[in-house]
């Protein structure tokens, strides 16, 4: 990687320096219009609609937990504009390798709310999303899904292929081994992974000033010889750039991209956490005044394209979701072969013997009545 | 047919795969140009290309963590981590993602991932060279955990493990890597996997063993025919599947089991098998089951490593003790 090689973008903001990437203002207004990507007003009327549709589905998920009726949800509010910004970026032969917290690009993959919410009801079917091409599951085991994306990334480059891979990581992530020795393969086997950090501020109760002690997320990069950008994740214009450019560089077979996207995470970690035990309501006041919906709602408006119907939309989106939860909730069911036959391509003697001895049992109490 | 080592056996295996399937690409730590520290992969690099055979960064998490991520995009990788006692930064992996992506997915994807590695002591190695941690794989569940004891079983299984589409963790005994030359078939041939084999048939005890102690058992079991003692020496072959078929066959008609292992004792190989034993052949049995073998002590370095590694002498002993009961 030479300096000559890199695209403007990570050139000019050089995470050594601090820098961020941002086109619009906390307040919307584009302060860089020479980096303003060229988007049709119908493209940013779609994000805008794909932001709301993430932001009302979260909403409701939530609720749906509240309400008793699903086991558990991570919610994804105030992080919208990295997911949609990676969607609209991510073609069907790409590759996502998710981690737990991108609900918007795995709906971009082809992944339903159906199966989303079939997964926090506690059914494997759900977090597979079957009909999501090159989509691997949802991911709890903290940063080992870098190593997946990079492996993919090296499939992609012996069959050369003209694919990315698109992979995800929070910033307390950041931490683990398996992040820097997945940046560490990707650097020396250049291969066209887009590493994103979504850097929420908190990994669960602790902020990211405990886990490092570095200038900022992206510029462990430098160490590993692949270009980093920090880019102001509430801003759907800058992530739109960094991904549009990320992956272009990409699949130019240059090698991978780290990305630091700045956001904060106004929801919980999970709906079992409680924020109020480890922040203040005043910071998060502050960071929701960056509402990544509301600041590219007042870029739209600035510009003129504005024509949502915002209470209309959100209402069609509702009944929309409710019907996808309805019908996950109707497939609450779980027979015990989904216990036994994925775990080999062959199920072994060992496990046939005990399903059998469980059966004998169920038919046991049946008689027993 | 030629005589080969286990090292040739498994090489030749490896060979005949790389030829057959462009698919099966082959890393790990000193694997490509030196062709491993044991000499495994040797010469495959040069055959192959550099794309299907390298040297990868040093670190066991990764080369794990990226073979899951070549298997669901299509390769077949086989890894080989160093030694048994370097295995564990890549456990983490192994277990949360290699063993489970095929349920996780409710079989989207699958990890055929073939994870090799030398394992077991009697070689005067430094720490963490000389151990034998099969159970910790074998309590994996998705995982199928393979040893062979001769040249001739570890080319069939290397084959069938390079064809299998679930992962297989390859243990490769290396005392014995080039200890036991024998005649094999140069031409492709597999072995099942989950299938153990008698080795001698005999009446009086069973004995179960697996890699380098099936030699050091057939030492003893001479030293027990002597002593007029028929024994019937069962090679396990497969840690997980477990062929509880061939145990309880055998067990029923000797009415004696002892296992042979040099992994630590308690929650075991062998703790599993006097399971087994007691589950299929209760009433059959004349004696307690036993189990020779390795402390629940680190194992020590050469010095103290004889009063660890069990001798054929030892296990005569226990023989002898079992029958006698």
């Known amino acids: 990687m030479t300096q000559e090689d890199l695209p403007a973008i990570f050139r000019d903001f050089n995470p050594l320096e601090d820098k961020m990437l941002q086109i619009i203002d906390r307040e919307g207004n584009l302060i860089r219009k020479d980096l303003m990507p060229e988007l049709e007003d119908e493209t940013i009327i779609e994000a805008y609609r794909q932001m709301l549709y993430e932001r009302t589905a979260d909403e409701m998920a939530v609720s749906y937990q509240r309400q008793g009726r699903m086991y558990t949800f991570t919610p994804n509010l105030g992080q919208e504009a990295i997911h949609i910004a990676a969607g609209m970026n991510i073609r069907h032969e790409d590759w996502l390798v998710p981690s737990f917290r991108e609900m918007g690009i795995l709906l971009s993959k082809g992944g339903t709310m159906k199966e989303m919410f079939l997964f926090y009801l506690g059914n494997e079917w759900g977090g597979s999303f079957q009909q999501a091409h090159h989509t691997l599951p949802i991911s709890i085991s903290i940063g080992t899904q870098f190593h997946h994306a990079t492996g993919v990334g090296y499939s992609v480059k012996y069959r050369k292929k003209d694919e990315a891979v698109f992979t995800f990581i929070g910033d307390g992530g950041t931490s683990e081994g398996d992040f820097s020795e997945a940046l560490n393969f990707a650097g020396v086997w250049q291969v066209p992974v887009i590493f994103t950090i979504q850097n929420n501020q908190y990994a669960i109760s602790v902020p990211v000033q405990k886990q490092t002690n570095s200038l900022n997320l992206a510029v462990k990069s430098v160490a590993f010889g692949i270009p980093g950008i920090k880019v102001d994740g509430n801003d759907f214009f800058a992530m739109y750039l960094a991904y549009k450019t990320a992956a272009a560089y990409a699949r130019s077979g240059r090698g991978a991209v780290l990305i630091e996207a700045l956001t904060y995470r106004l929801g919980a970690h999970t709906t079992s956490d409680d924020p109020s035990k480890y922040r203040e309501k005043e910071e998060e006041q502050l960071w929701a005044m960056s509402d990544p919906l509301i600041r590219l709602k007042r870029y739209m408006q600035d510009a003129g394209i504005w024509s949502i119907n915002e209470k209309q939309l959100r209402e069609e989106y509702r009944e929309e979701i409710d019907r996808q939860f309805t019908e996950a909730e109707k497939e609450k069911s779980y027979p015990l072969d989904d216990v036994f036959v994925h775990m080999y391509s062959d199920m072994p003697d060992e496990l046939r013997r005990q399903k059998k001895a469980y059966e004998q049992f169920l038919s046991w109490k049946e008689k027993r009545g | 047919m030629s005589v080969m080592t286990m090292v040739k056996a498994i090489n030749n295996a490896l060979d005949i795969k790389l030829n057959e399937d462009e698919n099966i690409v082959i890393y790990g730590e000193d694997v490509g140009v030196e062709g491993g520290v044991f000499r495994v992969t040797e010469g495959l690099q040069k055959k192959y290309g550099v794309e299907r055979v390298f040297d990868s960064p040093l670190a066991e998490s990764g080369i794990v963590g990226t073979a899951l991520g070549m298997a669901v995009s299509g390769l077949r990788p086989v890894v080989e981590l160093q030694f048994d006692g370097f295995t564990f930064p890549a456990f983490n992996q192994i277990l949360t993602n290699v063993a489970r992506i095929q349920n996780r997915s409710r079989g989207k994807y699958g990890a055929p991932v073939v994870i090799r590695f030398p394992y077991g002591g009697g070689v005067n190695a430094l720490e963490h060279h000389s151990e034998s941690p099969e159970a910790l794989f074998a309590h994996i569940p998705g995982l199928k955990v393979v040893i ?108 004696r089991m002892i296992v042979v292992a040099e992994a630590h004792e308690s929650f075991s190989v062998g703790s599993e098998l006097i399971a087994i034993t007691n589950e299929e052949a209760f009433l059959y049995l004349e004696a307690p089951p036993r189990r020779v073998m390795g402390y629940d002590t680190v194992v020590p370095l050469a010095q103290g490593e004889k009063y660890y590694i069990i001798s054929p002498d030892r296990i005569f002993y226990e023989i002898e003790k079992t029958v006698k009961f």
């Open chain 2, 148 to 255: 062979p004891s001769t040249p001739h079983d570890a080319k069939g299984m290397m084959i069938s493990a390079l064809e299998s589409d679930d992962p297989i963790i390859f243990m490769e005994p290396k005392r014995i890597y080039r200890a036991i030359k024998q005649e094999a078939p140069d031409e492709k041939y597999s072995l099942p996997l989950g299938k153990a084999k008698v080795i001698q048939d005999g009446s009086d005890v069973t004995v179960v063993a697996f890699g380098a102690m099936i030699r050091e058992c057939q030492k003893a079991i001479a030293m027990a025919e002597e002593a007029g003692i028929s024994v019937e020496l069962i090679d396990l072959r497969s840690i997980y599947p477990i062929d509880r078929e061939t145990i309880r066959t055998s067990v029923r008609k000797t009415g």
